[in-house]
């Protein structure tokens, strides 16, 4: 039975994490996860994290009971507040239904598998940028639908190709879903513009295309959540319906406790019961109750005020250290002279930077320098600090130039 089962291809990025936790040299610089570190590189846990998860462990009414199928209340209401706004009128009309996820991936899959049996038009096909977060093509096709892409990245500049996405989409059949990054984008670090976000709004409402918006990075990409919902805020102010998948992973460090929510707004309050009755449906089929204790802490985060704040300051502090390493690593490879253009190093959002690099130079930083990253170049800038940025330099340096 199983001998006819045939081998799937390898994923990328777990691929190099086998390859960095072999690889024991002093001089190693793992770039490829996309998680936070501080400045000697070690994982963070915020400090409203520890707060909150002391606050759980002093409650005596505190148990491991199933959460509702739906998830936990109190961690729901907080995530569509923050997501679509305070003032959102959507909320105020009672036209988003919110479901708690295993994590962003739990909600691009929940909504892949909703969408493929419920799109319309029944053969739309699902549109994603080039690139895209590696898991995109493969959460989408998983769940049975046809893949297409819009072009995204000009590989030439390293910025956004707005004409080409613009004309992809516009060039698209009526009705089809595209896949959209709310903030900082996975892997290019590439966002567009508050009016380019108008513009692909514009050609959207055109065509008739139904929003997909994958939100990983809330907080993380500018250190204003409003600011980072902006695309998001944008098109449900324009009246489309549409899905939001949003984790708690980055923003709030809870990578592992697989914490975060699929929201849906809808035009009226009326079609909220048809809709939640069968994401619920899929959840249940799927994973039963979502994940207790990261709900736990981040709904205790979210609504108690002062920790509130303090969760702000900290998404400030990761995104400060950030673009701090952005700009530090520019500025080095300008000092070196380093052939080619850096700029796009310090432009790029939130946590990734689309280096430029070949393949080549790419596995030649790995063998030669014991420096890993993805193999298009993609570097997770938060691997960086200050112990290790001028090796990181260096070593790029010499790749470039040889
Ligand atoms: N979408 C994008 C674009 C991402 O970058 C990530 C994290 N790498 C996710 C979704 C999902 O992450 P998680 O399941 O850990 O929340």
Wanted: with cysteine; proline share 4%; hydrophobic share 40%.
């Amino acid at each position: 039975y199983f001998s006819d089962v045939p081998q799937a291809p390898p994923d990328g990025i777990l691929k190099l994490s086998v390859l960095s936790r072999a690889d024991s040299d002093p001089a190693k610089v793992d770039l490829g996860v996309g998680a936070y570190r501080d400045d000697h590189g070690k994982p963070w846990v915020l400090p409203v994290v520890r707060e909150a998860e002391a606050r759980l462990a002093a409650d005596p009414a505190f148990n491991h009971e199933y959460l509702g199928v739906g998830g936990l209340p109190a961690l729901t209401d907080a995530a569509q507040l923050l997501i679509l706004g305070s003032d959102s009128p959507a909320i105020a009309q009672r036209r988003v239904y919110t479901i708690q996820t295993i994590s962003g991936t739990g909600a691009n899959m929940v909504a892949a598998v909703f969408l493929n049996q419920f799109k319309r038009p029944a053969d739309a096909a699902v549109y994603i940028s080039k690139p895209t977060w590696g898991n995109h093509r493969s959460i989408f096709e998983t769940a049975g639908h046809v893949v297409r892409e819009y072009r995204y990245c000009n590989y030439d500049t390293l910025g956004l190709d707005i004409e080409g996405m613009l004309a992809d989409l516009r060039n698209a059949p009526n009705g089809q879903i595209v896949v959209l990054h709310a903030c900082a984008h996975n892997p290019t670090g590439i966002d567009p513009t508050e009016s380019q976000w108008q513009q692909i709004a514009d050609v959207m409402a055109e065509r008739g295309h139904f929003p997909f918006f994958d939100c990983a990075y809330q907080g993380f990409a500018t250190g204003d959540v409003d600011r980072d919902a902006y695309a998001i805020r944008l098109f449900v102010e324009r009246g489309f319906e549409l899905l939001v998948a949003e984790s708690f992973a980055k923003n709030m460090g809870l990578y592992g406790e697989r914490t975060g929510c699929l929201h849906a707004v809808c035009k009226s309050a009326d079609v909220v019961p048809q809709v939640s009755s069968q994401l619920n449906r899929l959840s249940r089929a799927t994973i039963s109750t979502a994940s207790a204790y990261g709900a736990k802490i981040a709904a205790t985060v979210l609504q108690d005020p002062a920790l509130y704040q303090q969760w702000l300051v900290s998404m400030l502090e990761m995104s400060r250290r950030i673009k701090t390493m952005r700009d530090a690593l520019r500025d080095r490879l300008v000092a070196l002279g380093t052939p080619g253009s850096w700029d796009h190093v310090s432009n790029q959002i939130g946590m990734f930077s689309f280096t430029g690099l070949s393949r080549t130079q790419v596995a030649a930083l790995r063998d030669q320098y014991h420096l890993y990253m993805t193999d298009d170049g993609r570097i997770s800038v938060a691997g960086l600090n200050s112990h290790n940025i001028d090796y990181v330099a260096k070593s790029i340096d010499d790749v470039v130039r040889n």
